[in-house]
């Protein structure tokens, strides 16, 4: 059972390059997130997917893009790559809780690291 | 105020016990995790505690809450070197819509000295 799996796992841009992470998780979850992780900052929400076919942002959206064709797969592009985008990448999936109030806990990928010279 | 808090650093000696703690943000928050970070990793889940709960142990591992201060702690007993990780609290603000709104803190460090 593979989880979350996040490809590619490093990759260097140059500034104005798009790009797209896949992130695909085999757990039959409804939601999907994607994070970056920056020094001091936690873990900052991009956009997320409460279920195949839907995408809303989430705390920090501007220059990003994503889809979510397939249940599970959540894609997050960059349109024009900017050094403010080098960071690590996490995504996530998780499911509702049966019967009652609140979720399951956020099952995570190993992350993508990126580098935008 | 928004931000889940939680100090930067945290350095113990091999066996004896760490506290990481965490001020979270809602006190209406459902549920409230702890979640390790390894170097070049993402983050696994640890423990949670649900907010009908002052106290959670899971063999090393103690969660506190105090709901009344919004304060969440982490104890770590018999502390070893691969306790030695990044460390996350996170709240969960509930359903929203079906979606869960997860806040993270900004983790604490542990080293742990042999």
Known sequence: NAGVTQTPKFRVLKTGQSMTLLCAQDMNHEY???????????????????GEGTTAKGEVPDGYNVSRL??????????????SQTSVYFCASSD???GGWGNQPQHFGDGTRLSIL | GEDVEQSLFLS????D???????????????????????????QLLTY???????????????????????LSL??????????????????????????????????????IP
């Open chain 1, 96 to 98: 509702q809780r049966r």
């Open chain 2, 49 to 71: 505690i649900f907010s009908n709960m002052d106290m959670k142990q899971d063999q090393r591992l103690t969660v506190l809450l105090n709901k009344k201060d919004k304060h």
């Open chain 1, 32 to 50: 999907m997130y994607w994070y970056r992780q920056d020094p001091g900052m936690g873990l900052r929400l991009i956009h997320y997917s409460v």
């Open chain 1, 70 to 83: 397939k249940k599970q797969n959540f894609l997050l592009g960059l349109e024009s790559a900017a050094p």
């Open chain 2, 75 to 112: 104890r770590i007993a018999d502390t070893q070197t691969g306790d030695s990780a990044i460390y996350f609290c996170a709240e969960n603000r509930g359903n929203s819509g079906g979606y869960q709104k997860v806040t993270f803190g900004t983790g604490t460090k542990l080293q742990v």
């Open chain 2, 12 to 15: 113990v000696r091999e066996g």
């Open chain 2, 17 to 43: 016990s760490s506290v990481i703690n965490c001020t979270y943000t809602d006190s209406s928050s459902t549920y409230l995790y702890w979640y390790k970070q390894e170097p070049g990793a993402g983050l």
